[in-house]
């Protein structure tokens, strides 16, 4: 495997500077006499970590020298051996030895330049680490002299030894980013000077046209110059600006290099032969992305692992190569990252991904039947699906691809993706931001106000006629393939000031709306807006500490004139939604003092099940949900209710099932069973009669009086 | 220049370096300005900046109604706090548009905002023996925030502790 050794030279270079600076100093603090547990412990720290790193590059030399160091410090640090002269002379030496050695690697840049043990020396640290005081003593004088001899002899070969700078600054973060915000004002106040230029333009012309083409030269030449001095200032504060957006990005070497030693520790003690090859390390993200990268990254590298690739028996007799194959790769796309994580293992089996999603009743068999295979393999990222059957050490411990779904799209507002073959592996897909300093921003006009949205969170945009809407529960709703989707006016919804006039708007003369539909895992909400304004990738900044406690706004984005626009935190515009939703339901409750009725609503999706909900409760019935027909059933046989509502689509079981299978009890023989639908067939509306329903309401005509005199119809 | 004119001169340059230290007393540096019909200072080293209010403000969903919205100041985003509703002041007459009004961007250590004002008034150095302990008598909406009542062009005018206005913002916040 080819391994870049010298890059982690380098670091283990930055590093043991800064460990022997550490010892040199501590040493000679104990030498004065300020001998404590403490700094022989930090001192002990330092040689430590020395050791282990020098150890993890096989510096054989000076992982020896520190080993024994360590030997002798230990003893210091259990009061085994007291500090006295001797002691810290032969301290004094290790470390010298050691400084040598890492002197040495910054000069040769290669392992095989160190110089061979001082095997003497480490001998004798380590005895007087055992207390062999007597061969100390003899040892001594002679040790001495020869130890003068050999720093005398080190001095000279490498002259200068504490003067080399190093080549990395370290800076902090907050300046960075002050840096990086001071660069973004030079962008846009740039752009009134594009502004200036054009004027400029434009009044070279309208003198020319006034002096019919005598314009003095000098003019012209005014006017040109300007422009050009103008563009080339452009270009050049691009790339300023790339720059300094740059000094915050760090290579994904940070978290792809010890992801690496961790796939070699695992496939040994899966029992696994893996080799693990990483190609565009030195790719750069956002430090704050690097940083959440890491746990999903882990996740996906243990699920290949484990349920990937093969046992070296098995890969044998599928007659592929012994050793699996490991690769992480990263490319830059456009403004994006694109990270593959591919196993040449056993792939994913659709089979058995299609049991477990029915089991577990997350798609019906209708579903399933009408999904691609695409469609099929994306199923293990929804929640609660996860395909091992035992729970490993690594992986499949409760956590599953759901988790890292949310923390690629959520936290690190990428996407993820995976393609699979049986026998020939899985590629995991990661579509990553460069940074989360800069996203995609949709600008939308509510009233006269203009919002910002964050485009993962936007599903569509949608324009309908005002008919389209349905009213339920004093609210509106719209149906987007056969579901109930909210409708809400954001205007209303965050308390936005009004237009005070309708703006005429060139794009739709018609009085349609446009609904922008903004969801959040399952749950969608269709924001009534006044117009779309961009789409952009944009730069978000924090609002200042004291709003951020304000849980609507996630951010500001600056457009045009150094306008601020406040970027929509959709996650809260969907709490404050439901909120907005519940006074309607008390109200009802207080009315209604007598019994209510008890209705079951079976529907797969969360935004009809709740629009049902709010309806009947609205008109005082108590309603349960359930999710699919098969809860409904349980749910209808485990207590009374005077009336069921189904869809028919639905996963594990669907509505016609549901009612066939409720009226074999003789509890429901009676009972009122409403399909609500968005079949529109006269053959299904005819099954669904057969099936012994009631009564069979079309979503598309659907209005809350036709269900609920409906229901009072069929109830009294 | 003979020799004698030249003590002289230089005696006069010692006698007048003299008067000066003789009235040099701590000054502290006070900005003025009205809220309403009543006056308000703030100190200086509260007040990093005075912006002359015709910044557009750019209003955010959701904020308190104290609030008034944000401003960009050279690429910082800055906080417009109103501050007769910081303070709670009894409605005061209703703003014409024709009123000029300020923007005081006021830090104390743990907050910076800009601070919506009337009318700023005078930036200047007072004696800081000039301004005297609040009285009793303060309202008692008022009595969180004064730190010290001053004369000014024969008005009284109460001097505004910056971390006590922001504090109770704060709280009020939670």
Redesign the interface.
Known sequence: MALDIKKFIGRFVEEAKEHLGRLASGLAEIEQGAVSAEKINSLFRSVHTLKGSSRMLKLEPITQVSHSLEDLLSALREERVTVNPPVIALLYQGVDALSDQVQQLIEHGQVDALSSVNAQLCQQLTAIAEGDVLNVVAVESAELKSSELKTQGSSSASAQPTLTASDTVRVKLDKLDELI??M??LV?SHAGMRELAVTSLQLEQQLQQQLQGHLPVAMQQFSRNMRDIVLSQESLMQELHDKTLQMRMLPLAIVLDPAARLVRDMARSLGKQVECRIYGSEIELDRQMIDQLADPIIHLLRNALDHGIETPDIRQQKGKPVQGLLQISARQDGGWVVLEVRDDGQGLSLATIRDKALKKGLVSSEQLAEMSEQQVSDLIFEPGFSTSNIITEFSGRGVGMDVVKRSIVDDLQGVISLHTRIDKGTCFTLRLPLSLAMMRVLLIRAGE?V?GFTAQYVTELISVAPSALISVADRNAVIIRNEFVPVIQLVDL????QASAPKRSLSRTRSDLLLLVIRVHNEKLALIVDELLDERDLVI???????R?????SG?V?IGH?????L?HVPYVLDIARKARQPANRRAQTDQEKPKKRILVVDDSLNTREIERDVLEAWGYHVTLAEHGQEGLDKALAEQFDAVLTDVEMPIMDGFTLTARLREHERYQECPIIIITSREKESDRRRGIEVGADAYIVKGSFDQNSLVDTLKVLLD | MSDSQLEQVLRQRQNSHQDIVDVDEPVIKLVIFSLGEQHFALAGESVKEVLPGTETVFFVPGMPASVEGVINVRGNIESVIQLHALMQLPNTVEKSSLHLTSILLARSKHMHSGLRVDRLLDVLDVAQNQVQPPPEALPDYLKPYVSGLLQFNGLAVAVLDVDALFNAWQTGQA
Do not use: A, F, Y
């Not at chain 1, 900044?541 to 709003?547: W, Y």
């Not at chain 1, 150094?562 to 406040?566: D, G, P, T, Y």
């Open positions: 915000k001071l973004g004002e846009s106000q919002l965050l308390k936005l000031p900044k924090q609002l200042p500490e004291h709003l406690s304000n849980p609507l706004i500001m600056t150094n306008e601020l626009v406040s929509i």
